[in-house]
């Protein structure tokens, strides 16, 4: 299943036995970020993930997307050991959707509009993105790596495709 649209995601894997009893295990676990590989043009190199936060635990629990065996088959997801959260911030925020979100093709679109924009020196290479609420924000966050060892982060707002953040961050420690 290619993600269009990350309801349609969501509601596949709600609809899973693995989900279904997971969930009943797990009852004040909630939806925070759907991550998945990128390469240099936007398209996806994987399944998504998709995460929720158990705050009982502070932990992550993520599932994978697998691939059906045959055409038109039903999207499987697997459940990956629970994990500890990588938290820029000091609460992770509750991911939720609205009806006028932008999909994930039109989020690419925009995102190849204002990365040379924002970085009109650097060339993207492979990298990842998140849909994800921050600041209290739902946005598309993508962060590709560039043949300068330059890390691009440009965030968009999952309901518009208005820029909200765009910066670098250089791996390449130089030495005075």
């Not at 269009?4 to 997971?22: C, I, R």
């Not at 190199?45 to 502070?58: H, M, R, V």
């Not at 009806?99 to 924009?117: D, G, Q, T």
Request: aromatic share 12%; with cysteine; net charge negative.
């Amino acid at each position: 299943m290619a993600v269009g649209v990350p309801q349609a995601l969501l509601q596949a894997l709600q609809e899973s036995a693995v989900y279904t009893l997971w969930k009943k295990k797990h009852p004040t676990a909630f939806l925070s970020h759907l991550f998945c590989s990128i390469a240099a043009d936007g398209s996806p190199k994987s399944g998504w993930d998709i995460g929720f936060y158990l705050p009982e635990t502070e932990k992550m629990a993520v599932f994978s997307q697998g691939y059906p065996e045959v055409a038109g088959e039903d999207v499987s997801f697997i459940l990956k050991p629970e994990d500890d959260v990588f938290k820029e911030t000091a609460a992770v925020e509750e991911l939720s959707f609205s009806a006028s979100m932008l999909s994930f093709p039109n989020a690419v679109k925009r995102w190849a509009e204002e990365l040379p924009k924002a970085f009109p020196r650097e060339q993207a290479g492979n990298g990842f993105v998140i849909l994800q609420k921050f600041q209290g924000k739902t946005v598309w966050n993508f962060t590709v790596l560039s043949p300068s060892f330059t890390l691009l982060n440009v965030k968009l707002n999952a309901s518009d495709g208005i820029l909200v953040n765009a910066a670098p961050v250089n791996l390449v420690v130089q030495t005075p």
